[in-house]
Nanobody, 121 residues
């Protein structure tokens, strides 16, 4: 089992920045594919960014150039640096882990509780 706990959410004005953290505990190892997802009210959950065991990253088009995903394998922490935030970035952000390492959406079986990000104009 893997436990994930997010932190770092909050309220910020458009154009501002936030850094989210996701602390992993339990059966941790560097082979997971880790990702950040978000869900806004009334919308489906969407993938924001993922990072695989080799630290290769993939970003959704709507965050490219603004968000950066990185991980610290020594401390088992996943980060999401969010810059130039927009009102449409308002959502509950959750981290997740795919133990197969394949970064396949259906394989993300471990999820945190989420942290709220609210961006105001």
């Amino acid at each position: 089992q893997l436990q994930l706990v997010e932190s770092g959410g909050g309220s910020v004005q458009a154009g501002g920045s936030l850094t989210l953290s996701c602390a992993a505990s339990g059966n941790t190892h560097s082979g997971y594919c880790m990702g950040w997802f978000r869900q806004a009210p009334g919308k489906e959950r969407e993938e924001v960014a993922v990072i695989d065991s080799d630290s290769s990253t993939t970003y959704a088009d709507f965050v490219k150039g603004r968000f950066t995903i990185r991980k610290d394998d020594a401390d088992n922490i996943l980060y999401l640096q969010m810059n130039s935030l927009e009102v449409d970035d308002t959502a509950m952000y959750s981290c997740a882990a795919d133990p197969t390492g394949l970064c396949v959406r259906s394989r993300f079986v471990y999820w945190g509780q989420g942290t709220q990000v609210t961006v105001s104009s």
